[in-house]
């Protein structure tokens, strides 16, 4: 089924430890985005990219990194995972940026710990 | 960043009941589109209404926009128990080049069997 996949869907890290999250979509979307969700928070923006090769700071980039070496794949990395970092993360694309609505992804529970 | 603000926080209805939703914004947008969210799932689109339309309906969902009120309504007809979720209204401004969209927190609907 065409849309956005996200691995893996659990992970417990330690404090300090580095992971990789990564967002692949087969919609041929020029825009993708990395969210982080939390209750009382509404939803985030990370960062972000609106073609391969590129990314921009979103809302609350720090502690993380972003790369687009190809179109279908968004790769979200924690350098060192801190206790604020727990969250669930949502992946978005989209065809045309915020002109057009959002394909999610179902989401990475990520607890550190 | 928060811009869209949804009223009520909370709605219990029966099946087969209207469901009212109501999204607040505070500037000028380009579009207003409206989300729902199982729980432990993704965000799925539901409707986008440009600042230059004021009524859109999509099968047993209509979204109004009031541009002069600054607000929209997202009405669901004879609910169903499919139907729980929270809804989220996300808008995008129409001032400035980082055009991205603003999520408000989202009403959480429960529709009773």
């Known amino acids: 089924n065409a849309g956005v996949t996200q691995t893996p869907k659990f992970r417990v890290l330690k404090t300090g430890q580095s992971m990789t999250l990564l967002c692949a979509q087969d919609m041929n979307h020029e825009y993708m985005y990395w969210y982080r969700q939390d209750p009382g928070m509404g939803l985030r923006l990370i960062h972000y990219?609106?073609?391969?090769?590129?990314?921009a700071k979103g809302e609350v980039p720090d502690g993380y990194n972003v790369s687009r070496l190809k179109k279908q794949n968004f790769l979200l990395g924690l350098e060192s995972a801190a206790p604020s970092q727990t969250s669930v993360y949502f992946c978005a694309s989209s065809s045309q940026g915020e002109l057009y609505g959002y394909t999610f992804g179902s989401g990475t529970r990520l607890t550190v710990v | 960043s928060q811009q869209g603000e949804e009223d009520p926080q909370a709605l219990s209805i029966q099946e087969g009941e209207n469901a009212t939703m109501n999204c607040s914004y505070k500037?000028?947008?380009?579009?207003l589109q409206w989300y729902r969210q199982n729980s432990g799932r993704g965000l799925v689109h539901l409707i986008l209404?440009?600042?230059n339309e004021r009524e859109k309906h999509s099968g047993r969902l209509r979204v109004t926009l009031d541009t002069s009120k600054k607000s929209s309504s997202l009405l669901i007809t004879a609910s169903r128990a499919a139907d729980t979720a929270s809804y989220f209204c996300a808008t995008v401004p129409r001032a400035g080049n980082n055009r991205k969209l603003i999520w408000g927190l989202g009403t959480s609907l429960a529709v009773n069997p």
């Open positions: 209404i440009r600042s």
């Open positions: 500037t000028s947008i380009n579009n």
């Open positions: 990219s609106v073609g391969e090769g590129t990314t």
